[in-house]
């Protein structure tokens, strides 16, 4: 497999399980699962930027993305592919460069296209067919961590650990 130049995520799905919580404040949670830090941290480690792109516009998401220093997110978006254009424009890069997780409707026309795709495991079937492989986890289970684990490969994987 092709290493990218650029990893995007979508988060509600994947690094969630897509379940929004909301107290009879008002207050909305969201659980993400801290295996999916190290996807960010080997990705780090190649050099290789990672972007979020997302529909939901959260405080949460922010936060959650400042925590891992993850500097491209975008939030409150509907045309993905849009946005990933641009961003490839930015790091002149094409979207063949480019690695992308989603796992519902509004990510399918960046899926159609990057230069690797993926879903999680509880992603619709419709989804699934049309992306180059499925985790074996599901959303919010480590799915990113094993996204970006699978296209880095396991020999860099080993070598990054070696390292430490």
Known sequence: MKKPKLVLTDIDGVWTD??????????????????????????????????????E?????????????????????QDKLSVAKSICEQLQITLDDVAYIGDDIGDLSLLDVAGISAAPNNASDYIKKRVDFVTSKNGGEGAFREFVETILGIDYIESILAKK
Not at 24 to 41: I, P, R
């Open 18 to 55: 897509g379940g929004m919580y909301y107290d009879q404040t008002g207050n909305e949670w969201k659980k993400f699962n801290t295996s999916d830090s190290a996807g960010v941290l080997f990705c780090n480690s190649a050099n290789i930027p990672v972007g979020i792109i997302t529909g």
């Open 57 to 77: 516009d959260t405080e949460i998401v922010k936060r959650r993305a400042d925590k891992l220093n993850i500097t491209i997110l975008y939030q409150g978006i």
